[in-house]
């Protein structure tokens, strides 16, 4: 049963939240499969958005919006005033997205949302921590969000980062080592650099999506269908969202 979170996140946890052993890398068979159709699926009443209730309707709603967005005709959406008023009673989100701190790539504005409609965690290289798990965690144990999404994208640094340190190059500066170290799983040492670093970003996008799916109270409600946790990719040349699969 979801719980409301009024005035922005601030009530109180009625969960413990979860313990993840975030070295692991195993891929999990329980990551959610959405429906691949395309199309809004968010009407209206009174002026307020319907939250899409499962995680084919909240994907469906991120691919309408990522549509609009590319082809430059963005809706942006629940800036209104009475959207704003409605917000002061508990947010409603749903979908998490983990996505990288690229400012290039913010997902309310590749997904064409607004006020209260994503949970979005962000983090160089989509990095998991126990901040990061617990943030998405309270998303999905507390607001009851049926959608995870962990969102890669072309050309990020901290992907290339790490390639570059796997490759023998220079020292990275101590926080940043700390951020290749949790990518570098992802890297193939056999490809060529720029191939690696491509590959390395979809690879670290379905190893995220993987480890989320492990953590147990989130693999209960993918079991469960009430939860999918999908890893996708942006591409800056083109503005699409890719659905890894």
């Excluded at 009475?82 to 749903?94: D, M, W």
């Excluded at 949970?119 to 309270?138: F, P, Q, W």
């Excluded at 290339?160 to 023998?168: C, K, P, R, S, T």
């Amino acid at each position: 049963m979801r719980a409301d979170s009024k005035g922005g996140g601030g009530g109180p946890v009625r969960r413990r939240f979860v313990r993840v052993l975030l070295g692991s890398g195993a891929a999990a068979a329980g990551v959610g499969l959405l429906a691949g159709a395309q199309g809004p699926v968010s009407g209206r009443v009174a002026g307020v958005r319907k939250r899409p209730p499962d995680p084919g309707s909240a994907w469906r709603e991120l691919a309408a919006g990522n549509r609009r967005w590319r082809t430059m005709h963005e809706q942006h959406p629940d800036e209104s005033r009475r959207v704003r008023q409605s917000l002061l009673g508990g947010q409603h989100p749903f979908a998490v997205v983990l996505g990288c701190v690229d400012s290039r790539v913010p997902p309310e504005l590749v997904f064409d949302q607004g006020l209260g409609d994503l949970l979005t965690v962000r983090s160089a290289g989509e990095v998991l921590d126990r901040a990061v798990v617990g943030s998405i965690a309270y998303g999905v144990l507390e607001l009851g969000i049926p959608l995870v999404v962990v969102l890669g994208h072309q050309s990020c640094g901290a992907v290339a980062a790490a390639v570059h340190a796997e490759a023998g190059g220079d020292p990275l500066p101590g926080p940043l080592r700390y951020l290749a170290e949790q990518i570098r799983p992802a890297v193939d040492p056999g490809a060529a650099t720029d191939a690696r670093v491509d590959a390395a970003i979809t690879t670290n996008v379905r190893r995220v999506a993987s480890r989320l799916a492990l953590v147990p109270e989130l693999a209960a409600r993918v079991a469960a269908g009430s939860l999918a946790v999908v890893g996708a990719r942006y591409q800056l040349g083109s503005q699409q969202v890719h659905r890894l699969t």
